[in-house]
């Protein structure tokens, strides 16, 4: 069936609005901007998070390894979560956006999928070792009271870390991987329409 | 080619695509400008291994795909308010619904069915999809055809 509707005409009769090479180069201004934010950014906060630890070991004096060894394991988490955080960032700038679609589409699956198992392992471990590094740094502090006190302060800990490991943790995984996994799904959707029309020929 | 020359060159048709995949004016004008960022940024590293148009249109057409990872927005007039109030008096309403009939497609056909209506060389929409040739003949006839009918059953609503 051909038609009579020329849709080449149609299409090229759109209205278009007219490239604005002023607004572009805002556009270009604000983006490079946003990245050197994002750079410093992080890097206060890696920052900030090490002046922390050095002020506690100097100012507290801790006199047991288990303390030393508490902050540098809370303090590692927070830096591992977000090294972790800018590394799968990076992960999008490998992307080749230049190849072509089908490649693009798979690369992006990969990615995403990779991003998926990160954020997974990550939640796990960031938790964990908050957990280890804040019962390690209490015991210095504990073991000055007495025994009830000590006790009734480590189960309160142990109940906030339970509730945390058993209902805060499984629902940040769950909403970050819901919203992965519809991304996911989507994408598979469009690279299923590639792979379903090659059989056409 | 300076990017400045790119720009000029070919701003309408990335405009035009852009405009095929989303149906919003705002939205694709986005899209458009984010596309040319990227060329922007990746002039530099361009190798002449494909033409310069394959090229930006791989660019473009992969930053449509990747819009399905921003939230949802909700459809806008086809239109800007600016834009309308000059020309929509002038403005057929065929091309406002071959818009929307292109943006209603599974997203590959609207890549594929934009890139022919501009006028790239099949073989050219082969190598920016990564489809094969025939298949993008053979898509681009049912496509057409899809086209047509939605036209015509339109026509006859009328």
Redesign the interface.
């Known amino acids: 069936m051909s038609s009579n509707i020329n849709f080449k005409d149609l299409w090229k009769q759109q209205p278009v609005i007219e490239p604005d090479m002023k607004d572009l180069v805002n556009r270009l201004h604000q983006f490079k901007q946003s990245n050197i934010r994002r750079l410093i950014m992080t890097n206060i906060l890696l920052i900030a998070t090490s002046l922390f630890i050095g002020f506690v070991w100097y100012y507290y004096q801790p006199k047991f390894i288990t303390t030393k060894m508490g902050i540098v394991i809370t303090v590692l988490a927070m830096v591992i979560y977000l090294f972790v955080y800018n590394k799968m960032a990076a992960l999008f700038n490998k992307i080749d956006n230049t190849s072509d679609n089908t490649h693009y589409l798979q690369k992006l699956i990969i990615i995403k999928g990779k991003q998926r198992f990160l954020q997974h392992t990550m939640m796990n471990l960031y938790f964990a070792m908050l957990m280890t590094g804040i019962c390690l740094y209490m015991y210095e502090y504990t073991s000055r009271m007495t025994m009830t006190a000590g006790i009734i302060t480590y189960a309160v800990t142990l109940t906030w870390f339970i509730f945390n490991w058993f209902y805060i943790r499984p629902k940040t995984i769950k909403k970050q991987q819901a919203k992965l996994d519809d991304l996911i799904s989507k994408f598979d959707g469009i690279n299923k329409q590639i792979l379903d029309d090659s059989h056409l020929l | 080619m300076t990017f400045?020359e790119i720009?000029?060159i070919y701003?309408?048709k990335i405009?035009?695509l852009c405009?095929?995949y989303v149906n919003d004016?705002d939205w694709a004008?986005d899209i458009a400008?984010e596309t040319?960022?990227?060329v922007?940024q990746?002039l530099p590293k361009?190798k002449h291994e494909s033409a310069v148009g394959t090229?930006i249109f791989?660019?473009a057409?992969?930053?449509c795909?990747?819009q399905?990872?921003k939230d949802k927005r909700t459809p806008k007039a086809a239109l800007?308010d600016d834009?309308k109030d000059e020309?929509q008096s002038s403005?057929?309403p065929?091309?406002r619904f071959?818009?929307q009939c292109i943006a209603e497609l599974?997203?590959?056909?609207r890549?594929i069915i934009?890139l022919e209506?501009?006028?790239v060389k099949q073989s050219e929409i082969a190598?920016?999809?990564?489809?094969?040739e025939?298949?993008i003949r053979?898509?681009i006839h049912r496509i057409?055809?899809k086209?047509?009918q939605k036209?015509k059953a339109h026509a006859h609503e009328q």
């Open positions: 400045d720009y000029k701003w309408q405009f035009r405009l095929g004016f004008k400008q040319f960022i990227i922007w990746q361009f090229w791989r660019i057409t992969n930053n795909l990747r399905i990872e800007p834009l020309k403005i057929e065929q091309i071959l818009y599974p997203e590959t056909d890549i934009s209506l501009e006028d190598s920016i999809t990564g489809l094969s025939a298949n053979v898509k057409k055809e086209l047509s036209f």
